[in-house]
């Protein structure tokens, strides 16, 4: 993966009724560490992407402070579990014109985690 490639704009990540997805957090925080090169966790602190705390049901391209993509600002959608599974398959096919240089997770089992933990952060 390039350094970027760890960039979920998340974002993104898990069902808008904030309810844990299927996968395994612990193994999707084990993950996380490949989108920590870009990510932050805590509230308020954003790195070359936006903190994904609190991103489950968000609405894509709102956090406040971060300098999103015309492209993501555009995107009308909130982040769920399905969005932020198909983002995090391949986030340009998902949302044309995005930032987020990153090819993708092809693992369905690791997008699965990932979401899980994602949806652990408030």
């Known amino acids: 993966m390039r350094i970027g490639g760890v960039i979920l704009g998340a ?7 904030g309810a844990m ?3 395994d957090a612990a193994k999707g925080k084990s993950f996380f560490v490949r989108c920590a ?3 932050k966790t805590v509230a308020g ?4 992407g ?13 956090l406040a402070g ?4 015309p492209a993501m600002k555009g995107a009308n959608f909130a982040w769920t579990q399905a969005n932020l599974d198909a983002y995090l398959t391949k986030p340009m096919a998902k949302v044309p014109g995005t930032r987020m240089i ?9 997008r699965e985690n990932l979401i899980a ?6």
């Not at 974002?11 to 009724?17: E, F, G, K, Q």
């Not at 602190?45 to 070359?48: H, L, P």
């Open 11 to 17: 974002l993104a990540l898990a069902t808008s009724s």
């Open 50 to 62: 936006p903190s994904l705390a609190g991103v489950s049901g968000r609405k894509a391209g709102t």
């Open 45 to 48: 602190q954003n790195g070359i």
């Open 117 to 122: 933990y994602l949806a652990t952060l408030k």
């Open 37 to 39: 090169v870009c990510h």
């Open 66 to 69: 971060f300098n999103y993509s």
């Open 21 to 23: 997805a299927a996968g």
């Open 102 to 110: 990153f090819m993708g997770v092809p693992k369905a089992e690791d």
